[in-house]
């Protein structure tokens, strides 16, 4: 029996969860599925630059979880770009600590009550209006 998969951190959502090439009715293309881990792999690795170290450290996995998952990723987005496949992310991820925030001025930690809109906080410790979400998404 298989040991469970180990959840993974995942930086944000992305804007778009469905790619496909131009001109091609989506009912006509093949679909390749990449999973968030395999998409926040390919945005650390190839988009923000950080070494494999960095990367598995970030996502909360070993460095060699972290290689086969960006491997997948690699060979997946290949596919889909070399045969004129469409690319769906799948959506299957959980939010943890959905309503924390960090000043970017202070640096305080604080969190936003539900209900309390986002864009009417300001930081309790300084009173800025710059702060950063600091959920996680765990895919698995």
Do not use: Y
């Not at 202070?106 to 600091?134: A, K, N, Q, W, Y």
């Amino acid at each position: 029996m298989p040991r469970r998969k180990k959840c993974r951190m995942i930086g944000e959502m992305p804007g778009v969860l469905f790619f496909k090439p131009r001109g091609i009715p989506t009912s006509d293309l093949e679909i390749v599925e990449l999973s968030m881990d395999e998409l926040e792999a390919i945005k650390l690795k190839d988009m923000v630059g950080l070494d494999q170290e960095e990367c598995a450290e970030k996502m909360g996995i070993s460095r060699p979880t972290f290689h086969r998952i960006l491997t997948k990723a690699r060979r997946k987005i290949a596919d889909a770009m070399i045969n004129g496949k469409a690319i769906k992310l799948d959506e299957n991820v959980k939010l943890i600590n959905a309503r924390r925030f960090r000043c970017r001025n202070c640096m305080h930690e604080f969190t936003i009550p539900h209900g309390r809109r986002v864009v009417d906080v300001t930081c309790p410790s300084c009173g800025s209006g710059e702060f950063e979400s600091l959920h996680k998404i765990v895919w698995g």
